[in-house]
């Protein structure tokens, strides 16, 4: 499959950018700037790159990410989407298959029920309490917030500069999950690969956000995802298509390959 001009430019463009949130910002800019069959287009160049191991694919798929699984553009997203079906894109549409407001359903109760807030004195701290404590640089405050149900602290705790890894895998693995707490682990964390596949093993994890992921997933990687049971089958039906359209590596990858299943129709 030949560049076309537009993926061509994200590649040149993207490959000149060294800070990740550049790059972000510009392949956030781009999702707007052409028409969605375009845009459906170029990502299905950027799909085949990344399939077959090919310079320039990964980082732009990776820079385009965080603009995909996030529900503030889902209406842009959806609409890429729906051209991409409509013209038969394979790869682009495989990436978005999930991308629609349904695949951002949210089940947020835990939210609702304040369970995970950090008391006091028997009581819920307050919302601004808990903001104004994940602000701080305390390593115990920090810990006590990881599970905090409210999007907003768990926001402040993600761009806390005390946050560690651990910490950040202990928020995408909880369970049961709270969708809106892994949209921000997502969108601030995506480039971490164990957070990424925190994400994607974790049942309660939006479609929306899961199937776009894998496509930064290496083989033996989509393998475990293949293999794991209580992931959604729609998740575990796309990571076995990319798994088939990846060459294998050099590496022994028996150990990882995916069990024979018939695939979800």
């Keep these: 499959m030949s560049d076309i001009p537009l993926a061509t430019s994200w590649f040149k463009r993207i490959g000149s950018l060294r800070d990740p949130a550049l790059r972000r910002t510009f392949a956030q800019n781009e999702l707007y700037g052409a028409d969605a069959s375009a845009v459906a287009e170029a990502l299905d160049v950027v799909c085949h790159r990344v399939d077959r191991r090919r ?9 385009f990410a965080p603009t995909l699984t996030n529900l503030d553009h889902i209406d842009r997203v959806e609409a890429v989407r729906s051209a991409a079906i409509e013209e038969e894109r394979q790869a682009s549409a495989r990436l978005l ?4 407001r349904q695949g951002h359903t949210t089940n947020d109760r ?13 009581r819920p701290l307050s919302l601004g309490e808990r903001r104004a404590l994940a602000r701080q640089p305390s390593r115990s ?17 993600l761009t806390n500069p005390r946050v560690t890894e651990e910490d950040i895998l202990v928020m995408a693995c909880r369970r049961p999950a709270i969708t ?12 971490n690969a164990r957070v990424r596949m925190a994400l994607v093993f974790n049942p309660g994890s939006p479609a929306a956000i899961s ?11 989509l ?4 293999n ?19 060459p294998p590596l050099d590496t022994d990858e028996v150990a990882d390959e995916p069990v024979s299943e018939r695939p979800e129709s």
């Design 211 to 221: 199937v776009p992921l894998l496509g930064l997933l290496v083989r033996h990687e």
């Design 223 to 226: 393998a475990q995802i293949v």
């Design 97 to 100: 298959r999930c991308s629609t």
């Design 55 to 63: 310079p320039g694919g990964r980082e732009t798929l990776t820079a």
């Design 110 to 122: 835990l939210q609702q029920s304040l369970e995970g807030a950090i008391e006091r004195d028997g």
């Design 180 to 191: 809106s707490i892994l949209h921000e682990v997502a969108q601030q964390w995506f480039h």
């Design 228 to 246: 794991a049971m209580d992931i959604p089958p729609i998740v575990r039906d796309t990571a076995r298509q990319l798994y088939a359209l990846r």
């Design 141 to 157: 405050t920090l810990r006590k917030l990881l599970r905090d149900p409210h999007p907003m602290v768990a926001h402040l705790v």
